[in-house]
């Protein structure tokens, strides 16, 4: 059973950095893509980024492409999210995802398992 823990979130001002960690483990983290989504306050979850199983192929939603980098450490189980020119829209829950089946890589396919969830804040 997979388990994925985030932690890294916070509250910054526009225009900071923030690295979102995720610490995933249950299964050979090394077959198996993952990817952030978000979701703020009353509204639908939205895709942020993917990357393949080998860390070789990243996607990003356009509206973080630039600013956002996804990338992993196949050899300590773990995810990140840099996450750079913070905007106040950019307010949100990030979650950790990805999916069931090993070696399949869809960026924006629904997730199959996710985290909790941490909170980034951006003030204006």
């Known amino acids: 059973q997979v388990q994925l823990v985030e932690s890294g979130g916070g509250l910054v001002q526009a225009g900071a950095s923030l690295r979102l960690s995720c610490a995933a483990s249950?299964?050979?983290?090394?077959?198996?893509?993952m990817g952030w989504f978000r979701q703020a306050p009353g509204k639908e979850r939205e895709y942020v980024a993917a990357i393949s199983w080998g860390g070789s192929t990243t996607d990003y939603a356009d509206s973080v492409k630039g600013r956002f980098t996804i990338s992993r450490d196949n050899a300590k189980n773990a995810l990140y999210l840099q996450m750079n020119n913070l905007k106040p829209e950019d307010t949100a829950v990030y979650y950790c995802?990805?999916?069931?089946?090993?070696?399949?890589?869809?960026?924006?396919?629904?997730?199959?398992?996710w985290g909790q969830g941490t909170q980034v804040t951006v003030s204006s």
């Open positions: 249950g299964r050979a983290f090394s077959r198996y893509a």
């Open positions: 995802a990805t999916w069931s089946r090993s070696y399949y890589y869809r960026p924006r396919d629904s997730f199959d398992y």
